[in-house]
């Protein structure tokens, strides 16, 4: 059988009583009189099937249940008494939950500062970080497992149906071996590059950024050679520095400073166009808690 739903009322009089240990004084500090109180104490011990108190006429003192009890009631009550400022806080995006996917190219310097900045003016908010790929987070958004994402791909193709705001912007940088003949190189042309053997993250991943890449291969002539695929760009880079191949990344992964990996720009020949990226954040629907990090990350 459920048990009995009990009103705040009837916990506030034995509080009072509970407290004063006298009807007539719990009463008075109630503005009520001493009969109606007398008849709530004994409502409650019915509904409860406890006696609360031991009253004779000349004292009254809180029977063992009654001591059980105190505390926790005095923690009901008081976490009552401040449910209004919650639900305003709530309401005011200063209170909540947030729920943030990104790429890991945010991470190494952006994302770090937004969640300080955010911390700082919000601190009753819970944050929830997951890294995942942009497809991870389509799917994830549509079973309604996160909040906004931060995304990567070509400029000019965020994904459709969301509301965005752009981040970053920066270009394509080559990652190669510290022992390759092309890392003496201050900066490359693109001919020289062509038929080395390439890592690269699956098409499915950044679909926009992945055409991308091989758009100026293509431009140029040529067919890139994939030697090797991976998701994350920190096992991009970890796959470079085994000799696997070279890779085209953000710019941003110049601070993932892995032993025996070098970063060069591209130069050389007039016309030869190497793809940039960029950094959005996205999201469904725009909650207070949202509302107030996305002016975060704007400021």
């Not at 996205?282 to 704007?298: G, K, M, N, Y």
Request: contains cysteine.
């Amino acid at each position: 059988m459920s048990e009995p739903l009990i009103e705040l009322r009837l916990w506030r009089q034995f509080l009072a009583v509970a407290e004063a240990l006298h009807f007539g004084r719990a009463a008075r500090s109630l503005h009520m009189t001493q009969p109606p109180l007398t008849q709530g104490i004994a409502q409650l011990e019915r509904l409860l099937g406890a006696r609360l108190f031991e009253r004779t006429k000349r004292s009254v003192r809180l029977t063992p249940a009654g001591e059980a009890l105190l505390p926790q009631v005095r923690e009901l009550l008081a976490r009552a008494l401040g449910l209004p400022a919650q639900a305003r806080a709530a309401a005011g995006g200063e209170l909540g939950r947030l729920r943030i996917a990104f790429v890991s190219t945010v991470g190494f310097a952006l994302l770090p500062q937004w969640l300080r900045a955010f911390r700082a003016r919000h601190p009753q908010v819970q944050m929830e970080l997951i890294e995942a790929t942009g497809d991870v987070q389509m799917e994830a958004f549509a079973r309604g497992e996160i909040d906004a994402g931060f995304v990567l791909h070509s400029p000019d193709f965020a994904p459709a149906g969301l509301q965005h705001l752009r981040v970053a912007r920066e270009p394509l940088v080559l990652a190669l071996p510290e022992a390759h003949p092309l890392a003496r190189a201050a900066r490359l042309s693109l001919p020289a590059l062509l038929e080395e053997p390439l890592v690269i993250f699956p098409r499915r991943i950044v679909p926009s950024l992945h055409d991308a890449i091989f758009g100026m291969y293509h431009a140029a002539g040529r067919e890139p050679r994939v030697a090797q695929e991976a998701i994350q760009m920190q096992t991009i880079v970890n796959l470079v520095s085994a000799g696997l191949g070279l890779a085209w990344v953000p710019d941003s992964v110049r601070q993932f400073q892995r032993s025996g990996v070098v970063y060069r720009q591209l130069g050389g020949r007039q016309g030869t166009q190497v793809p940039s990226c960029e950094t959005t954040l996205v999201w469904d629907s725009l909650s207070p808690v949202l509302e107030r990090f996305v002016e975060c990350v704007q400021a």
